[in-house]
């Protein structure tokens, strides 16, 4: 089947429902925010360095990976993690984007470890370099249950980018459980 046949059907269908709802006049889409431009420093290819924190005392497991961000209309970031995961291969992927109505980043994140779809919300910090994201998903300490959890994207330069995941703990503490260090590829 060509490219054309599949976006023929879709392209029809928004060219009617285009003349049912804007009565002739097409409306003016809206433009990305200063929130949203905040997210293309994201935009590029990113080499990983993974540290896990599996238990308090034991030092950390460490691998490596890459990261390919794009951006989707100046709205949105779509980032697609390559790598290992304790000796199996890994793929995550990443969206993030701002939604100017609730005044609140979201986003989303699936891989190929898991069947679980997180939603994040949150905010930026008031230095324009820390990204708090907060999100429920699975307790790795209980499975069955969600537990909630703080992800937090610093910008440390141009070319360096922090990822911290930190869970919950039934006393309100947080533990760090994943810390990625991306550098920007050359």
């Known amino acids: 089947m060509s490219t054309n046949s599949v976006f023929r059907p879709f392209a029809v269908l928004v060219a009617v429902a285009a003349s049912v709802c804007w009565a002739g006049e097409v409306p003016e889409f809206p433009k990305p925010t200063k929130q ?7 935009v590029g290819e990113w080499d990983s360095e993974v540290e896990m924190f599996m238990e308090p005392v034991q030092p950390p497991v460490k691998s490596k990976g890459t990261e390919k961000v794009r ?6 970031t779509l980032a697609e993690n390559q790598g290992d995961l304790m000796g199996l291969p890994f793929t995550g992927i990443m969206t993030l984007g701002y939604d100017a109505d609730s ?8 891989d190929s470890m898991t069947g679980f779809l997180w939603k994040y919300e949150g905010q930026l910090d008031e230095t324009g370099k820390i990204l708090t994201l907060n999100s429920e998903g699975p307790c790795p300490a209980a499975p069955g249950t969600l537990s909630k959890f703080k992800e937090v994207l610093e910008i440390k330069s141009k070319d360096h980018k922090v990822f911290t995941s ?3 703990a039934e006393d309100g503490s ?3 459980g994943l810390r990625i260090n991306y550098r920007r590829k050359n």
């Open 36 to 42: 949203h431009e905040w997210l293309q420093q994201l």
């Open 71 to 76: 951006s989707i209309g100046g709205f949105w």
């Open 103 to 110: 005044e609140r980043f979201v986003g989303t994140w699936v």
């Open 166 to 168: 930190s869970i919950q």
């Open 174 to 176: 947080w533990t760090t």
